[in-house]
């Protein structure tokens, strides 16, 4: 068991670590060859020009400007200058919710860590129960400033037990203004978006096959006969994986035609050639820039013909379409009702935004959904009881007292005092990081084929996955199976009916572990966020073998977006373990309030300066992070509600019968108050936009507005010839409209097809009738984008 010393010795080398990775991030931050790796979102934006501009060439690459040098930490407080409202117009709300999850914790946890340090370390200080106990169990100088070391039977429990009451309502007073406050937030910020797609859009799955009539025709009629004063149009969803890899593949001839023009651009007397052979390594010499224009003007004529064959097969369209109303209202009614007698047909809920559409997961049966669900329900069980072995191993290292006295061979080895140091105080927790590394991916790919349709969806299911990992992995694991490893002696020598009194003692021991845990992943980890020493590297390789054009560069700068998956599980944590040893072993409370402040400063930085959040959902993940944090509370009672029967608490442990009830009641008044702004959309605002743009926008054409929302994005408009440009009729009624995007991107470069950075080709494609040249001059060019974040027309250059 890890001793003061060797939580000192922890701390020292993450406390080391976080300054060298602070102190590398503040230097590499400044220099101009770096630009693209710190400050990636204000290029997106648009807001920032490449900074090599020095005449100097060494000045290009190296910043010479030594009096930046001296205000390497500026960034601190820069991070903290942008207001809330700032940083919603800049990153949207989901990004601006995220971060006060961070200042939640330190409002929750501030008072908390004050009392009871004040109150609750001298209590269980004074009482000196382990000194009697030390010959029969495993202990340190830390879990004397636990309840493990409070007497049986003792009045000082009712210190607990009262702390216990307080920080509950504490909690629950704090969740429920912060539940308000961010509802409030979503309705104005949804009040206050301008026009777009999903606002009158609606997603129908299931779609019943009827013998004679195609999947459009259904839906046509369908909704003309349940809705005909709203039904507006609707756009028709198409398998087509063949064309998905002829999409690809003429992306990458793209690429090479672009890279061979500006290599003659620059060395006009030179101009390209290449060999046909294996890796241009032998063969026919040829002209590089007209064999790739030939290669994609044959290819070209494949992918139309390839639609055609596509458009005219019936068995190609699937079960699925994005249906449109011509009012807010009339989608709200839809998407919100249950249309068909049979529950199982004609399901319909609200249309993600284009970007936030997984495309691939559209056509699943019901029936097949819920198998699918069952058999990842199953796999997710299995997986959680598999890492029970890792985290078993990381336990061992942990508890090396408990080892020694059933394996005394090990003792010579593991004696050495530093090494036992750093074994008990900073591997733990480094292992345990290195087995979680790989489970986010895992869980992702679950919840792909669980069948969800949207990125913000399977982002949120796949971060219920790993929360439920971490709580019965890294939180009830960690103690069940530290606590055998810790007191496996006395398991084995002393009688059943003292086991339960062995684990009750033991179980706020494990608080060491945990410390070591939060240095580890809160305080190095964290540095290492903001370092991003992973996208640095790949960056430069990338720019070294693999950027050929500007568009490769824009490609390889990509900076991601916050990675929900697995921060909020990670956050959810850290509530979980700091509601939990509040009480009973509050000097853990610190070292969380530590990763609080600090995580909030890096993600702060992070969020305004390198995030680009791939969809907006307007903070629609808080309901589960309010669940969570409740079901935290929960099992901090339930937690010392146990622990107090083994110290024979037997006049003080019914009062703390109550409060797992009163937070339950909470939690139930929560979400029939507020979870409804969450779920669904009032009429009565729907009605009033509806009203507001009738009266401002008399002459607006809704239905050019929403005929190419959601065509899928290998199917957008590209140029087949230097002015002859393919165009699509996404509408049942005849509407051609073009997209402005082909005004704003026109050039004569073939590479002029656009591309939603948020939803890779996957191998559906989507329409609802044959191609036909479109053009909408009354479309304006924000729709399928949050406004307050920048268009998502770019160049189709990135694979599945």
């Given at each position: 068991?890890?001793?003061?010393?060797?939580?000192?010795?922890?701390?020292?080398?993450?406390?080391?670590?976080?300054f060298?990775?602070?102190?590398?991030?503040?230097?590499?931050?400044?220099?101009?060859?770096?630009?693209?790796?710190?400050?990636?979102?204000?290029?997106?934006?648009?807001?920032?020009?490449?900074?090599?501009?020095?005449?100097?060439?060494?000045?290009?690459?190296?910043?010479?400007?030594?009096?930046?040098?001296?205000?390497?930490?500026?960034?601190?407080?820069?991070?903290?200058?942008?207001?809330?409202?700032?940083?919603?117009?800049?990153?949207?709300?989901?990004?601006?919710?995220?971060l006060?999850?961070?200042?939640?914790?330190?409002?929750?946890?501030?008072?908390?860590?004050?009392?009871?340090?004040?109150?609750?370390?001298?209590?269980?200080?004074?009482?000196?129960?382990?000194?009697?106990?030390?010959?029969?169990?495993?202990?340190?100088?830390?879990?004397?400033?636990?309840?493990?070391?409070?007497?049986?039977?003792?009045?000082?429990?009712?210190?607990?037990i009262g702390?216990?009451?307080?920080?509950?309502?504490?909690?629950?007073?704090?969740?429920?203004?912060?539940?308000?406050?961010?509802?409030?937030?979503?309705?104005?910020?949804?009040?206050?978006?301008?026009?777009?797609?999903?606002?009158?859009?609606?997603?129908?799955?299931?779609?019943?096959?009827?013998?004679?009539?195609?999947?459009?025709?259904?839906?046509?009629?369908?909704?003309?006969?349940n809705?005909?004063?709203?039904?507006?149009?609707h756009?028709?969803?198409?398998?087509?994986?063949?064309?998905?890899?002829?999409?690809?593949?003429?992306?990458?001839?793209?690429?090479?035609?672009?890279?061979?023009?500006?290599?003659?651009?620059?060395?006009?007397?030179?101009?390209?050639?290449?060999?046909?052979?294996?890796?241009?390594?032998w063969?026919?010499k040829?002209?590089?820039?007209?064999?790739?224009?030939?290669?994609?003007?044959?290819?070209?004529?494949?992918?139309?013909?390839?639609?055609?064959?596509i458009?005219?097969?019936?068995?190609?369209?699937?079960p699925?379409?994005?249906?449109?109303?011509?009012?807010?209202?009339?989608?709200?009614?839809?998407?919100?009702?249950?249309?068909?007698?049979?529950?199982?047909?004609?399901?319909?809920?609200?249309?993600?935004?284009?970007?936030?559409?997984?495309?691939?997961?559209?056509?699943?049966?019901?029936?097949?959904?819920?198998?699918?669900?069952?058999?990842?329900?199953?796999?997710?069980?299995?997986?959680?009881?598999?890492?029970?072995i890792?985290?078993?191993?990381?336990?061992?290292?942990?508890?090396?007292?408990?080892?020694?006295?059933?394996?005394?061979?090990?003792?010579?080895?593991?004696?050495?005092?530093?090494?036992?140091?750093?074994?008990?105080?900073?591997?733990?927790?480094?292992?345990?990081?290195?087995?979680?590394?790989?489970?986010?991916?895992?869980?992702?790919?679950?919840?792909?084929?669980?069948?969800?349709i949207?990125?913000?969806?399977?982002?949120?299911?796949?971060?219920?996955?790993?929360?439920?990992?971490?709580?019965?992995?890294?939180?009830?694991?960690?103690?069940?199976?530290?606590?055998?490893?810790?007191?496996?002696?006395?398991?084995?020598?002393?009688?059943?009916t003292?086991?339960?009194?062995?684990?009750?003692?033991?179980?706020?021991?494990?608080?060491?572990?945990?410390?070591?845990?939060?240095?580890?992943?809160?305080?190095?980890?964290?540095?290492?966020?903001?370092?991003?020493?992973?996208?640095?590297?790949?960056?430069h390789?990338?720019?070294?073998?693999?950027?050929?054009?500007?568009r490769?560069k824009?490609?390889?700068?990509?900076?991601?977006?916050?990675?929900?998956?697995?921060?909020?599980?990670?956050?959810?944590?850290?509530f979980?373990?700091?509601?939990?040893?509040?009480?009973?072993?509050?000097?853990?409370?610190?070292?969380?309030?530590?990763?609080?402040?600090?995580?909030?400063?890096?993600?702060?930085?992070?969020?305004?300066?390198?995030?680009?959040?791939?969809?907006?959902?307007?903070?629609?993940?808080?309901?589960?992070?309010?669940?969570?944090?409740?079901?935290?509370?929960?099992?901090?009672?339930?937690?010392?509600?146990?622990?107090?029967?083994?110290?024979?608490?037997a006049?003080?442990?019914?009062?703390?019968?109550?409060l797992?009830?009163?937070?339950?009641?909470?939690?139930?008044?929560?979400?029939?108050?507020?979870e409804?702004?969450?779920?669904?959309?009032?009429?009565?605002e729907?009605m009033?936009?509806?009203?507001?743009?009738?009266?401002?926008?008399?002459?607006?054409?809704?239905?050019?507005?929403?005929?190419?929302?959601?065509?899928?994005?290998?199917?957008?408009?590209?140029?087949?010839?230097?002015s002859?440009?393919?165009?699509?009729?996404?509408?049942?009624?005849?509407t051609?409209?073009?997209?402005?995007?082909?005004?704003?991107?026109?050039?004569?470069s073939?590479?002029?097809?656009?591309?939603?950075?948020?939803?890779?080709?996957?191998?559906?494609?989507?329409?609802?009738?044959?191609?036909?040249?479109?053009?909408?001059?009354?479309?304006?060019?924000?729709?399928?984008?949050?406004?307050?974040?920048?268009?998502?027309?770019f160049?189709?250059?990135?694979?599945?």
């Amino acid at each position: 068991m890890a001793t003061l010393s060797d939580i000192g010795v922890s701390a020292l080398i993450n406390i080391l670590g976080a300054f060298a990775f602070l102190l590398a991030f503040a230097f590499l931050r400044i220099q101009p060859i770096n630009d693209r790796v710190y400050f990636p979102k204000w290029y997106i934006n648009g807001e920032r020009a490449s900074p090599r501009r020095s005449t100097n060439f060494v000045g290009k690459f190296v910043n010479l400007n030594f009096k930046t040098y001296l205000t390497f930490l500026n960034w601190m407080p820069q991070a903290m200058r942008m207001s809330e409202s700032e940083i919603i117009n800049h990153a949207g709300l989901d990004s601006a919710v995220f971060l006060r999850i961070y200042i939640l914790g330190l409002k929750i946890f501030v008072p908390m860590a004050v009392l009871a340090l004040l109150i609750l370390i001298p209590v269980n200080v004074s009482s000196g129960t382990l000194f009697f106990l030390r010959k029969e169990l495993v202990v340190s100088d830390i879990d004397k400033l636990s309840i493990s070391n409070v007497r049986p039977e003792s009045i000082r429990f009712f210190f607990h037990i009262g702390l216990e009451y307080l920080f509950t309502f504490w909690t629950c007073y704090m969740l429920y203004m912060e539940y308000d406050y961010i509802a409030s937030m979503r309705l104005r910020y949804l009040a206050s978006q301008r026009r777009r797609a999903e606002q009158f859009t609606v997603v129908v799955t299931n779609v019943p096959h009827v013998s004679g009539h195609s999947i459009s025709e259904s839906v046509d009629h369908f909704f003309q006969t349940n809705h005909p004063d709203r039904y507006l149009c609707h756009q028709a969803v198409y398998n087509a994986n063949k064309y998905a890899k002829l999409v690809r593949k003429r992306d990458r001839l793209q690429n090479w035609l672009d890279y061979n023009q500006l290599k003659f651009e620059r060395h006009p007397d030179k101009k390209p050639t290449s060999k046909t052979g294996f890796l241009g390594l032998w063969g026919e010499k040829i002209d590089s820039i007209e064999y790739y224009k030939q290669q994609i003007k044959d290819l070209d004529k494949r992918m139309i013909l390839e639609r055609q064959k596509i458009l005219k097969d019936p068995k190609s369209i699937l079960p699925v379409a994005f249906v449109s109303f011509n009012s807010r209202w009339g989608a709200a009614v839809c998407a919100q009702t249950q249309q068909s007698k049979n529950p199982t047909l004609w399901l319909t809920k609200w249309a993600p935004e284009p970007r936030d559409v997984y495309w691939r997961n559209l056509a699943i049966p019901f029936v097949s959904l819920t198998i699918r669900r069952l058999i990842i329900s199953v796999s997710v069980f299995a997986l959680v009881f598999f890492y029970m072995i890792p985290i078993a191993f990381v336990q061992s290292l942990a508890n090396l007292e408990g080892l020694e006295r059933v394996a005394p061979f090990l003792r010579p080895v593991i004696e050495l005092k530093f090494i036992k140091s750093f074994l008990q105080g900073f591997l733990p927790g480094l292992a345990l990081k290195i087995f979680l590394y790989i489970l986010p991916t895992v869980l992702m790919i679950m919840s792909k084929i669980e069948g969800h349709i949207a990125l913000s969806t399977l982002e949120r299911r796949t971060a219920a996955k790993y929360y439920f990992f971490m709580l019965v992995n890294v939180f009830l694991g960690s103690i069940v199976t530290g606590t055998a490893f810790e007191q496996l002696d006395a398991f084995l020598h002393q009688s059943p009916t003292q086991i339960p009194r062995t684990i009750g003692v033991s179980i706020p021991m494990k608080a060491t572990f945990f410390i070591t845990y939060i240095m580890v992943d809160g305080w190095a980890g964290i540095a290492g966020e903001i370092l991003r020493l992973k996208p640095l590297v790949i960056f430069h390789l990338k720019n070294m073998f693999l950027v050929k054009t500007e568009r490769d560069k824009e490609k390889a700068m990509d900076p991601g977006s916050v990675d929900f998956p697995e921060t909020l599980p990670s956050l959810q944590l850290y509530f979980l373990l700091g509601l939990v040893y509040a009480v009973v072993t509050p000097i853990l409370l610190p070292f969380i309030l530590v990763f609080f402040a600090f995580a909030y400063l890096v993600y702060r930085h992070q969020i305004i300066n390198v995030y680009n959040q791939r969809y907006e959902s307007a903070a629609a993940f808080w309901p589960h992070v309010h669940s969570r944090i409740i079901a935290s509370l929960l099992i901090s009672q339930l937690l010392l509600l146990g622990l107090l029967s083994t110290k024979k608490a037997a006049n003080s442990t019914p009062l703390l019968v109550i409060l797992p009830v009163l937070t339950l009641a909470f939690h139930k008044y929560c979400k029939s108050r507020f979870e409804p702004a969450f779920r669904k959309y009032p009429l009565e605002e729907a009605m009033a936009k509806d009203i507001l743009e009738r009266s401002t926008e008399p002459d607006l054409n809704l239905k050019a507005y929403l005929a190419d929302a959601y065509l899928h994005p290998i199917f957008q408009t590209f140029e087949v010839e230097e002015s002859e440009m393919v165009q699509v009729r996404v509408d049942k009624h005849q509407t051609h409209v073009a997209s402005p995007v082909a005004r704003e991107h026109g050039s004569s470069s073939p590479a002029n097809y656009v591309h939603h950075p948020a939803s890779p080709p996957e191998y559906v494609y989507q329409t609802a009738s044959p191609p036909r040249y479109v053009y909408n001059p009354s479309s304006p060019p924000h729709y399928g984008y949050n406004s307050f974040n920048p268009p998502h027309y770019f160049y189709h250059n990135e694979e599945p």
